[in-house]
Every structure is written in C-alpha cells, then in structure tokens.
C-alpha cells in the first residue's frame, strides 16, 4: 500500500496520538498517466482524500467539496471555510458551469473606510484584522455546488475526512513549519487572547503533528447542518461577537444574507480550441480572452524567445490596464465583456504594438468603448466530468484573524480600490468600478479554466498567484497549445508576469536565458527576478489517457486511478 494511503488511514482511524520528535515526511507525485481519471491538489493528504471520494463513486464535484474542506485543514495558509473562490464545471455531457462564492463587503463596509481624515490609506488597515475581513463565501459556495451536482449525495461522507484531520491533527511538512514559524509573531499580535496551534510558543519543524479541535468542531456543525452550520448558530454568534468585540463590520445579518452564485462563464475561441472561465468579480475570463486574442495572429518563434515574450508582455501591459479601468463586481457595474473579449477590440489595442520596442505603461491607457496566496485544484472523474476550483484568504493567511472557532479569516477587503489608483497587496491598481460598496463583491484575479478541442475535453486547470494567476494559467495553456508541451512541462517550466504597473516585467530567478533578458532589456523592458510564481494543477486529455500534473513549486501532489 503507497506510504500516503497509510498515512492517511492511520491519521483518520486514530482516535489520539502523540507525536514526540519523530519526523514524517510525505512522498509527492508531480505527475501521472491516467486512464479513468484523478486529481491534483496543493496537499498530498487532500489529494488522497480526493481519490477516495472518486474510487467511492462521487463524481468531480462531490471530490471537489471534499478536497475544499480538506484544504481548510491540511493547507491553512489558503485553504479555508473563512475566505471564498470559485469553480468551473464540465459535466460529463459537455454542460459548462460557473460557480462564484467570492467574499461580499459587509453591509456597513463604506468607501472610505480605508482612509485618514486627508483622505490617504492607512497601512495595514485593509490587511490585517477584523476590517480587513469580508463575508466568507466558501461553505455556501459547497453547500451550492453539492445541492445541484453531487453523485454521491453524502454530505456527510465528504465532510468526515476534514473533520478527522482537523481533530486528530496532520503531519506538518518543511515547507508548512517554516512558514508557521515566519508568522508566529503576526498570529500573536493579531490574536493576543486566543489559544491556537497559531499562536503558540512551540517551533515547529518537518513531521509535528498540528491539531486542531476547534477546527473540527466548526466542520462538526457545518457536517450537522450545512451552511447554516456556519452562517447561523454558534459559529455565527461567536464570529459576529468577535467581530464587534474588534472592531469589524460583519453582522448576522450579513451572514444570513450570503449566497453563492451561478453565472455564465467567459467562453471564447483561440484557434481549434474553446477556453471557458470565470466571468466577473473575476477578472480571470475576461483577461484571458484578451491575452488569447492578442497573440493568436502572432507567428510564434519558440519557448521564451525574445519575439515571443516581447509579445506577450505588450498584450499583458494593455490587458492588465483594461482590468484596472474597467472591471468589478457586474451585480454593481456595467461591464462591457463582450467587447472587451472581442478579437477587433484586441487587434486596435495592439494597433500601436512595436515589435522592437516596449510600450512604457505611462503611455499605456485603457481602450476606448462605446485580489499572493491561494491554492487551486484540478480534477477529472470516472465519467469524464471536470472541475477547476480556485479558493484564498488572499494574503498567506488571510487577514491573520483567527475565528473563535479555529479557522482563519480572509483578507479579502484588500482587493477593493482602497482609493482610485492605489496599489493593493499585489501591486494592483483599481478604479471606480471596484469601490467599495456593501454588499458586493470585490474584484479577483483567480482563473479556474477547463478548454475544449474539437468539443471534447482537453485541459482543466488553474494557479494561486494573486495578479500572477491570469498570466499563469495563460502560459501553460500557450505552452501547450503553441508549444508541444506536456501539462507537466507547461506546469514547471519557468514563468514570466507584467500587470501594466509597476513598470517591470517579473520573472523567476535563474530561470531565462541571460542573453534574452538583455534582449528584452534593450528593447526598453525593465527585468526583476523574483521567487517562484504560483503553484498550479492541472490535467491534459492524451492519447495515452489523462495526464495529471502537481507544481514542483510547494507539497501539491497528483494521483490518478
């Protein structure tokens, strides 16, 4: 039996355990052949938990809600029951589906909320506690997905899992100990009077066990009751006292009046293939049709060829100023898609493209028209139905508020303009159509896509990454589609990023060829390495069967069956 399965059935059958200095370590897969299907998540246990429920007869979905929950255990720094995201359906007939359960602003959330009596943003306001927390929307985006797709329809069964982990605890893994570490002091300082496996004095280091009863007994109530185990009840109660306690906005009735929607995906053609993906408060479809058009009449020359990323950094300049003017939460503002996805729109705003020359992005406006840590999971079923699932807190995790009941609260305020032209988290500049107003939605960046060959499933995938998701997902599709690569290869290989501001183009370090970096650099292109970007999941449709691919870049794991 592989030694995760028995890790697995060890931490779920155990009743108690105490772990005393001695290491575990998980064996990873980043990549599978597959002939019936599989998964890849950014934790090896969240993954097996995904197999299960598949080799059980659920279908993508009912994996998917379990694998979520998992994630809010096995992976707190994004994934969550206090933040919110989104998700891509293709069932097994072709029918496509867009699930958003972003976070909401509270209904006493104001514009200025962020602001100093001269009108100029207070630091850390929108990032760090209570304020910093909008509506979370992921258990009722669960509760949606599982009433209208489930196979299995066990919500019990897909909960049992998380609520096992969280209460007889996981195994901690290098990367998850260095990280809890480095935040140790956030935790204490947000959190002074809260008793937690977050803010204690331990050290933690490879192979601790990391419990959390509070945890469990949150997913208890969600497992008894559903969503209204968590948007009524205790779980509220405490959340809404401790909100007034700290002084945050959200109320019973903000939690009362959560709902999850389903909207109509972003669908468009590049060439023989059909990309689908999330419509707006994501700013993911839209961009990504944009990115698509702008290089479909580009004659590629190669993989990270000066002409090559010279195109895709201009057409990345001009959609990412697009982003920043015109798109938010559709429920409040018009947002013309269907011409911002339309190949003329993007064909005039490359009419001023210089292939040897960069466009500065103070020149680079929007056209003219009559919110970096989250996780994402790709997965295939038996019967060939999909799901691309991006959920966050937004920051590494979130608002580093942690709720009387165990689980961390979101950051995501942060993605609403602050104030016009001011930088979020990421860099992230916004305008009118992302203000602050209560009630809605604020603007995102995740990309949860499933294409489309010849009407036939071909690739689902996605990426954390904050502003680095669109441009992401993008690449590994163009290094397939253009390319030749594998999804493994797609996944791993370097990746390059530019939002229009700042001026500079992102790319990991020790990755591109010095020779094409002072190409770019001549052509007036600022270059600035930076750490990995995202840790994306995906699967491809080949000749050989599904092939499953898990990021190099963190603890993800595939598996197939």
């Known amino acids: 039996m592989p030694l995760l399965i028995v890790m697995l059935v060890f931490l779920l059958s155990a009743s108690s355990y105490s772990c005393k200095n001695t290491q575990k370590s998980y064996v990873t897969t980043k990549s599978t052949i597959s002939q019936s299907g599989g998964l890849a998540t950014a934790h090896p246990l969240a993954t097996e938990v995904g197999i299960q429920i598949l080799r059980d007869g659920g279908n993508a979905v009912d994996a998917a809600i379990a694998v979520h929950f998992a994630l809010a255990v096995v992976y707190p720094s994004a994934g969550n029951i206090g933040g919110g995201g989104f998700m891509m359906y293709r069932d097994k007939e072709g029918g496509m589906y867009a699930l ?12 200025d909320m962020y602001l100093d009596d001269n009108q100029n943003v207070i630091p850390g306001l929108s990032t760090k506690g209570s304020l910093a927390v909008g509506v979370p929307g992921a258990v009722a985006g669960m509760e949606a997905a599982y009433e209208r797709f489930s196979q299995l329809k066990d919500w019990n069964k897909l909960l049992e899992p998380a609520i096992t982990l969280a209460r007889n605890g996981f195994y901690l893994t290098a990367l998850q100990a260095e990280k809890l570490n480095k935040k140790k002091s956030t935790f204490v300082e947000i959190n002074p009077a809260i008793e937690s496996p977050f803010t204690n004095s331990k050290s933690y280091v490879e192979g601790d066990l990391f419990v959390q009863k509070d945890l469990a007994k949150t997913l ?12 009524q009840g205790e779980v509220a109660d405490k959340l809404v006292a401790q909100m007034k306690e700290r002084g945050g906005l959200i109320t019973h009735d903000d939690l009362q009046a959560y709902e999850a929607i389903w909207r109509d995906p972003i669908t468009f053609m590049y060439k023989e293939y059909t990309v689908h993906s999330m419509p707006p408060p994501s700013s993911g479809g839209i961009l990504l049709a944009q990115l698509f058009n702008g290089v479909e009449a580009h004659d590629f020359k190669g993989f990270h060829s000066t002409e090559d990323m010279h195109r895709i950094i201009e057409v990345e300049s001009r959609s990412y100023a697009d982003r920043a003017h015109f798109i938010g939460d559709q429920d409040f503002y018009s947002i013309p898609v269907r011409e911002l996805t339309s190949k003329s729109y993007m064909a005039e705003r490359m009419s001023d493209y210089d292939e040897n020359n960069a466009t500065l992005p103070d020149s680079t406006s929007h056209g003219n028209i009559e919110s970096e840590e989250t996780t994402h999971f790709s997965i295939v079923d038996q019967a060939g139905g999909a799901v691309a699932l991006t959920t966050t807190l937004n920051g590494s995790y979130g608002s580093s508020l942690i709720a009387n009941g165990g689980y ?51 690739m689902v995938l996605g990426t954390p990454g904050g502003s680095t998701i669109i441009t992401s997902v993008f690449q590994a599709c163009i290094n397939v589609m253009e390319y030749g690569m594998s999804m493994n290869d797609a996944i791993q290989s370097c990746r390059f990023h ?31 390495s930076r750490s990995p970007i995202g840790r994306m999941e995906g699967i491809l449709v080949t000749k050989d069967g599904y092939e499953i691919a898990a990021d190099k870049r963190g603890d993800n794991h595939a598996i197939g069956y």
């Not at 359960?101 to 104001?110: C, D, G, V």
């Not at 208890?220 to 948007?231: D, H, L, R, V």
Request: hydrophobic share 30%.
């Open 408 to 458: 961390l609260l979101n950051n995501e305020m942060d993605d609403f303009s602050s104030k016009v032209g001011h930088p979020n988290l990421y860099g992230l500049v916004g305008a009118e159509a992302n203000k602050i107003e209560p009630e809605k939605r604020m603007l995102s960046s995740m990309t949860p896509t499933i294409v489309e060959k010849d009407g036939q499933l071909y």
């Open 220 to 231: 208890t109530a969600i497992q008894n009751s559903m969503s209204e185990g968590f948007y």
């Open 498 to 528: 530019h939002q229009w501001k700042p001026s500079e183009v992102f790319y990991e370090e020790d990755c591109l060829n010095p020779s094409i970096i002072k190409n770019l650099q001549s052509m007036g292109h600022t270059m600035k």
């Open 100 to 111: 958003d359960f972003r976070e909401k602003a509270p209904k006493l959330a104001t514009q």
